[in-house]
């Protein structure tokens, strides 16, 4: 008999039965509402058109999602033969897919296991678990229903009931997919996000065309470092004419510190003439930050930091195929010394949000918890990339919680590539939330009234309230 | 209706309902043992006099206490909205309780939500739960409580049936009322500890006055390194006198170490001179916890030492108000290659108990567990400051007793600056043990008869032993 | 009434009834699978001779075992006492067995006090609890059993279900007691593991005349860089050819990282002469590690390396009574740069297995879940040393899995010095791995189809796999 997906209705609830009862009532009160997710890496063009479609299974879940194929990749399987990169290798989409589906068991016990196995079920309503034999006849409903108008994104979108999207667009992108959103009249709410990455990061690969770029969109000239910050301001000024009520930069390093402005154009010309050191970069990147919380403190927007991650660890990987291969690598990360700069001068101003993400677990109960629970502007934000899991989430609100509050935390961030694993995502923090909420309550932390408020809080208000979707009606 | 405050009986047991009637069992084994409280902040002016009181509601509760007002603080309510520091901003005690009792939600599930709890229901025996809605009729109980003489310090003391209590003390305090209370024949048994901090932190503010005033205390003059260390012995000796067991060190910087008596000459006198550097600063201070260990085999004193407080991390809040404002931050530590010169020197000689702290969870299994179960003179302190909670001491039990052993604990430290939070400490101290050894027992790690052992152990024996209460009967 | 020990059927499983019956039918399923032990320290000689002994009771479980006397010692039980190290202090056999009984009491809920448990139990039949009352008593059946056929090394080896066992043999070993198990015709699987860290960390004590024995038993004459190389892949050779599988090295530095051939060069002339320094050891050791995945990758032995003790921290101990005396410390470890050059210039080989041991549990979800869940060649080893217990193993679960997948993980190593211990150890792991799945399926992660398949991956394909034991029929 062929195995059926297990998703049972408790899934992820502890199972003591009481605690599982408690649990069930809280996720039930939240499964309806919508989701708003702020910070991802859905591409826009899926909805600037009405029509556009997802492509083939292949497309849709393993080529773009690197936390699938680094699995299969790790355990010996060619990029190649999972059609990766996209182009690459293997273009029997009927193939790739019977490697994908014979090697569907690494995910046990796995996120990517749990998203899939609600995609499979609950957005595309196939009941048999993938496995060799499966393979090929999913692949056949997946392919009818891509073709159909219920599985286009736009309808997807509003399926899932999301309440807002956010993407992270370069600051060098010029936004032509959200202008394309806005104009159509379709009424979902997609806004971009601020992502400075390629213009601030002084030695990342072509670094100095996309400050070229960058000169292009401003109509300007960016020779000098008062220009590049005069078009930073102007481009952050163009994102929120489209919506934008967030920025967003990758901390690989972590120190932030000021520079004095001929500090600052030194090592700018530096970069311009080619000429700049690694010790540059990083310095320049913690003066931008200040910078960041600068800006935010006047135009508004959020700013998040997803600090500490070793991009493109394998240089083989990385000159074949480019980024986003499955192999950045987190590294320690140290909050209190490098974060003090920049929270001395702007943490105790209240109108600034900083979010702080970290890939460093034991930074949580030691640092982040303990800044957040003091300095005004610092939020902490929800587990990332690894950490997004259910023990993930687990260790956070056990390491969190007691020490920065609920109420420095902002709820969840999807963060996915994959937009069809948006509902499962939410899914499994609600009925995490639920659970941990569920326990306070059966050992006698909290009550049920301050319970109820609380789940509310981790699903929706918590989030809305920190990326301030409430002040931005016209978006 | 009116919520009431949420106490169950069985508060911090595991749901599972034999492990709870385990738990319950071996809670009520040890509910009624005396607390030994041999570390912490309490003002022992608060029972010089018969007649002490502990002021207002606000003066109780918010002001002297960081746990509370940062909390509130990182929400963005200005500390003068809460009258902190003390004579500082709003001075209208009902204000400031009515903007705490609107925030009162910002604790839930933390350890001060709980503590808060049980000062409200049991101590104070307040049924109604602190919202907005109920601060002001909750506050007029309070006023009328604290009138009566049955809330006096030393009525509490005695309620609370506290064995010992143990103050921090300063090398250069007179211990005027460490003195008040011995001659004033009231039987509660108050001692002071030892804290060097003032005048072995050579760049702490203040550092010159204090040597100065040590001089002053000991009838010499501090003017040279063996000046110093005759100095320090003689304070140790005095404060011995009037009951002491114990030295505590603030250990910013973690690196221990012996300089030569010159070296220490040398640093000495750049100090005096004002020219010491950072340098100079942590190699002093890793030379005196040499020195400190040396003198605790000599005289007998537990050396305690708190490692890895960022202290006033917030510039801005300690150039307006001061140490202790809820901004001290955690920072990495490593003891393994830090603390080897004094254990190669000091460690094999069961005569020292040097008991360490740490704020950095991380090492835990990874580095105090390992030498506390090998040194004979170290053991591990219980969970600190911010980890003083039902999740930190579940992760302490968790990533401790494994390696170190149970017997290479020394039970509980409430360590709190607030009194009335005594009771309510050692009760989730002894209900998270309780649970956690229950859990043992279920699990066939051990049977009944050394879980009951065990239980007595860290409510009471541990303690008592590594502090050597039993040794000091005079006092 | 004497206490028995306490060892229910059902130990070590969550208290919920329902996980305990998915546990108990997950480990049962798995129990009576025959145990292979990859990697440990066993001594081979104890079965090079058909008639081979424990010996007493204390020679067999004090005197060897570090996790016993370390605990004793660090409660200020002077060494000698304990008849450690063999010959020295205490030679009355009687006596020194009451000690460790009377201080039985230290193993509370420590992985030790469940082995011992088990071997006194399980292995000999004892059912009274050792106590200072029962000593002398369970003494005397100790000795009774000890002097039994049934109770010889090899008969305890096949009574254990053991499938192959590996020892771990210095590079400059003969080898002499495998070449005597092998030619004895006695059908056990034992085989060596090839460890050269005596001749590739120049500044270990005794690294000379180690240099000299390898000189000797290769009969050539390391005196240059290449002819070490030559040396070593003629000793892997002849391990291999006595059965090894696997190499180990004691990574006390963590960095990898390649030298030119003259580089290596000069510095092993300086480490000839006497003159290399702290730093010449680490670049070496990090160059060797390198050369050892080169030399993987051709003869096929799986590169084990054990990152990350500091040997011997206790400096007297260690010159009273040389290595192993239970006062190795962990310490920090960063593995995404340090094994950065390894893992780009061998880790995309799937030709490689590379199994990475860390006693810095910070690094499982940071760094090494993230690093085996990408590259090909690299495996993650189970918990090592102080997390080889049930809350280590718990962590190791939670920590790793989810991002690493199962399947970059190696089943279990017992790693232990003590052979009665072997099927202890084991259990323990089949029980938290049955009780681990066992709660994956009760909260809907996995289903029972998954969770059976896990289960005998856990308790014995992956280390089968791992290690090629299905490739080495020979042997």
Same mark, same amino acid.
């Given at each position: 008999?062929?195995?059926?997906?297990?998703?049972? +209705?408790? !899934? @992820?609830?502890h199972?003591?039965?009481?605690?599982?009862?408690?649990? !069930? +009532?809280?996720y039930?009160?939240? *499964?309806?509402?919508?989701i708003?997710?702020?910070?991802?890496?859905?591409?826009?063009?899926l909805?600037a058109?009405?029509?556009?479609t997802f492509?083939?299974?292949v497309?849709?879940?393993?080529i773009p999602?690197?936390?699938?194929?680094r699995?299969?990749?790790?355990?010996?399987?060619?990029?190649?033969?999972?059609?990766?990169?996209?182009?690459?290798?293997?273009?029997?989409?009927?193939?790739?897919w019977?490697?994908f =589906?014979?090697?569907?068991?690494?995910?046990?016990?796995?996120?990517?296991g749990?998203?899939?196995?609600?995609?499979?079920?609950?957005v595309?309503?196939?009941? +048999?678990?993938?496995?060799?034999?499966?393979?090929?006849?999913?692949?056949?409903?997946?392919?009818?229903?891509l073709?159909s108008?219920? @599985?286009?994104?736009?309808a997807?979108?509003?399926r899932?009931?999301?309440?807002?999207?956010?993407?992270t667009?370069?600051?060098?992108?010029?936004?032509?997919?959200?202008?394309?959103?806005?104009?159509? #009249?379709?009424?979902?709410?997609? !806004?971009?996000? @601020?992502r400075?990455?390629?213009?601030?990061?002084?030695?990342?690969?072509?670094?100095r065309?996309?400050?070229?770029k960058l000169?292009?969109?401003?109509?300007?000239?960016?020779?000098s470092?008062?220009?590049?910050?005069?078009?930073?301001e102007?481009?952050?000024?163009?994102f929120?004419?489209?919506?934008?009520?967030?920025?967003?930069?990758?901390g690989?390093?972590?120190?932030?510190?000021?520079?004095?402005?001929?500090?600052?154009?030194?090592?700018?010309?530096r970069a311009?003439?080619?000429?700049?050191? =690694?010790?540059?970069a990083?310095? @320049?990147?913690?003066?931008?930050?200040?910078?960041s *919380?600068?800006?935010?403190?006047?135009?508004?927007?959020?700013?998040?930091?997803?600090?500490?991650?070793y991009?493109?660890h394998?240089?083989?990987?990385?000159?074949?195929?480019?980024?986003?291969? #499955?192999?950045?690598?987190p590294?320690?990360?140290?909050?209190?010394?490098?974060?003090?700069?920049?929270?001395?001068?702007?943490?105790?101003d209240?109108?600034?949000?900083?979010?702080?993400?970290?890939l460093?677990?034991?930074?949580?109960?030691r640092?982040?918890?303990?800044? *957040?629970?003091?300095?005004?502007?610092?939020k902490l934000?929800?587990?990332?990339?690894?950490?997004?899991?259910?023990?993930?989430?687990q260790?956070?609100?056990?390491?969190v919680?007691?020490?920065?509050?609920?109420?420095?935390?902002? #709820?969840?961030?999807?963060?996915? !590539?994959?937009?069809?694993?948006?509902p499962?995502?939410?899914?499994?923090?609600?009925?995490?939330?639920?659970?941990?909420?569920?326990?306070?309550?059966?050992?006698?932390?909290?009550?049920?009234?301050?319970?109820?408020?609380?789940?509310?809080?981790?699903?929706?208000?918590?989030?809305?309230?920190?990326?301030?979707?409430?002040?931005?009606?016209g978006?």
């Amino acid at each position: 008999m062929t195995q059926q997906w297990h998703l049972p +209705e408790e !899934r @992820f609830f502890h199972p003591n039965p009481t605690q599982r009862r408690f649990a !069930r +009532e809280l996720y039930q009160s939240v *499964a309806g509402l919508p989701i708003i997710s702020p910070h991802g890496h859905v591409d826009p063009s899926l909805f600037a058109d009405a029509q556009a479609t997802f492509g083939t299974p292949v497309e849709l879940l393993i080529i773009p999602d690197h936390y699938i194929f680094r699995m299969c990749y790790s355990q010996g399987i060619p990029l190649g033969a999972l059609g990766v990169p996209k182009g690459a290798g293997e273009q029997d989409q009927r193939k790739i897919w019977q490697t994908f =589906a014979d090697h569907f068991y690494l995910f046990r016990g796995t996120p990517t296991g749990i998203w899939l196995a609600y995609m499979f079920k609950i957005v595309f309503g196939i009941e +048999e678990k993938l496995t060799g034999a499966t393979a090929q006849h999913i692949y056949d409903q997946m392919v009818e229903k891509l073709a159909s108008p219920e @599985f286009r994104p736009r309808a997807l979108f509003e399926r899932f009931n999301i309440e807002v999207l956010c993407t992270t667009d370069f600051a060098t992108d010029a936004l032509n997919d959200h202008q394309a959103i806005r104009s159509s #009249g379709w009424g979902g709410d997609i !806004r971009p996000t @601020f992502r400075p990455d390629d213009v601030v990061h002084l030695l990342r690969p072509g670094w100095r065309q996309h400050v070229d770029k960058l000169s292009e969109l401003t109509g300007g000239d960016v020779h000098s470092y008062p220009s590049l910050i005069r078009a930073l301001e102007e481009r952050r000024a163009f994102f929120k004419s489209l919506g934008a009520v967030a920025t967003d930069s990758d901390g690989t390093t972590l120190a932030t510190g000021e520079l004095s402005p001929r500090q600052a154009e030194q090592i700018f010309q530096r970069a311009l003439s080619g000429q700049a050191t =690694a010790e540059d970069a990083a310095r @320049f990147f913690g003066h931008m930050l200040m910078e960041s *919380a600068r800006m935010s403190i006047e135009d508004g927007l959020v700013m998040q930091v997803h600090f500490g991650s070793y991009r493109n660890h394998n240089q083989m990987l990385f000159d074949a195929c480019g980024p986003d291969m #499955g192999c950045d690598i987190p590294i320690q990360a140290e909050f209190t010394c490098n974060l003090r700069p920049l929270l001395n001068k702007y943490g105790n101003d209240p109108r600034l949000t900083f979010i702080a993400f970290t890939l460093d677990e034991s930074t949580y109960s030691r640092e982040l918890a303990p800044l *957040a629970g003091h300095y005004p502007a610092m939020k902490l934000g929800p587990p990332w990339w690894f950490h997004d899991s259910l023990n993930g989430m687990q260790r956070y609100f056990h390491n969190v919680i007691e020490t920065a509050g609920l109420y420095n935390t902002v #709820g969840f961030n999807d963060d996915t !590539r994959s937009f069809p694993s948006i509902p499962a995502r939410h899914d499994v923090w609600r009925r995490a939330s639920a659970n941990w909420i569920a326990g306070l309550v059966l050992r006698g932390i909290v009550d049920m009234d301050d319970a109820r408020e609380m789940m509310v809080d981790m699903a929706y208000r918590l989030v809305k309230r920190a990326y301030k979707f409430d002040d931005q009606p016209g978006g």
